[in-house]
Structures are given as C-alpha cells and as structure tokens.
C-alpha cells in the first residue's frame, strides 16, 4: 500500500510541471465524518476539458518521454478502494484543483507516511514555487506558507542548513502536534 503522503507528493509535482508559481495544499482529517481529505490547488497551464475528463483513467499523459500517465489514475483507485474518490477541477490558462477524499478508518486507507519529508523535499527542490499548505485535524490546524517564510527570511535562502534544521523540525513537530489531541 503507497502511503497517502507519496499520492499528495505526486499531485504536488503535476502541479509544479504544469508551471505554477503557487500551490495550495490542504489536508483535512475529520474523525467525527471518517473523512481524511486532501486538495491541491495551483495557478499552473490548466488542462482543457477533454483532457481533465480522461486525466483519471491510465495511460493519459501529455509527457513526451513515456506513453503513461499513472499518477492520478493509482491516486483514483486507492481512494476508491477506500470508499472515497477524486475530483479533478480545471480551467485552461487559470489552474487545476485536485481533491481526493478517503473514509479515514477504512481498512484499505493508506497511513499518511512522512509527510513532513515529502514536503521538505518539494520545498527545498523548487525554490522558485510558493506553497501554502493547511492541515486540520479535528479542529487542530498546522499552516506553512512559504511566501511568508521568504519575505521573513529576506536575503536568506530557504535551503539554509540552518533554514533548512528549523524548517525541517517545524514540520514534523507541527504535523506530530496534531496527531496528540491536547486533553
Ligand atoms: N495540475 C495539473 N495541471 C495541468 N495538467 C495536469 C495537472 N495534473 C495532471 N495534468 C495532466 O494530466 C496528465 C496525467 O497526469 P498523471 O499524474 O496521471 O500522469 P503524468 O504526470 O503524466 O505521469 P506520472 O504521474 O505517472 O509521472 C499529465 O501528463 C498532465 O498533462
Ligand atoms: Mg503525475
């Protein structure tokens, strides 16, 4: 089973190959609905709609170095076997929004994995892209943006090794923090 965070890392990464400069993520788990879901908004070419249509079904892609296009269809199937689904939203020139939905105790849903890694990675590769990234469970909320991280940091790069330390523990200590429930 491919952990949930590998799916949001490779809708991440459509997004950055169709060119956006700011991409929005947002995980929602909610127990009291036995939703976990996740959306990935970005400013990037879009798709026209006959591709969007086609876009969950194998074999699509518009890349020219393989004839197979498996990420969001293996997205589809894994949130499908977990009595949910994907959603794909486009508008040529303006931007996607994918969002799959899980039930989250479904036997058949994937753990979230290393989230703050994937993240790390996409940050720190791809410096040239904003990413704003939400996480709410049960009302708790972690947030990033990395927009505001730049202008805070002023001349300072992101990749840092002391950046890189603070923002690697920021991460796993805020994902971490919203897993233990405050009692
Ligand atoms: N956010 C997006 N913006 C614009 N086009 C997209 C976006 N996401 C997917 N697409 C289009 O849908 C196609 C299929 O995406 P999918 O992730 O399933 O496969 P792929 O990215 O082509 O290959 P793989 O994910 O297997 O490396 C892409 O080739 C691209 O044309
Ligand atoms: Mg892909």
Redesign the pocket.
């Known amino acids: 089973m491919r952990e949930l965070a590998l799916h949001i890392l490779?809708v991440l990464e459509?997004?950055v190959?169709?060119g956006?400069t700011r991409i929005t993520l947002t995980i929602e788990e909610d127990s009291s609905c036995d939703r976990f879901t996740f959306t990935v908004r970005?400013n990037?070419?879009?798709?026209p709609p006959e591709?969007a249509a086609r876009?969950l079904d194998p074999f699509?892609?518009?890349?020219q170095t393989r004839h197979?296009?498996?990420?969001?269809?293996l997205l589809a199937a894994a949130a499908e076997r977990a009595g949910g689904g994907v959603q794909v939203r486009?508008e040529p020139g303006r931007g996607?929004e994918?969002s799959a939905t899980f039930r989250l105790r479904h036997w058949d849903r994937a753990p979230l994995g290393d989230l703050p890694g994937t993240l790390l990675a996409l940050i720190l590769g791809k410096e040239g892209v904003h990413l704003t990234y939400l996480h709410r469970v049960d009302g708790r909320e972690f947030r990033l943006d990395t927009a505001e991280l730049r202008q805070a940091l002023g001349e300072v790069p992101l990749t840092h090794p002391s950046v890189r330390r603070w923002l690697q523990e920021y991460l796993q200590e805020g994902i971490a923090g919203l897993e233990r429930p405050v009692e």
């Open positions: 490779d459509n997004a190959e169709a956006a970005d990037g070419r879009g798709m591709l876009v699509v892609t518009t890349r197979v296009g498996l990420g969001l269809p486009s996607t994918v």
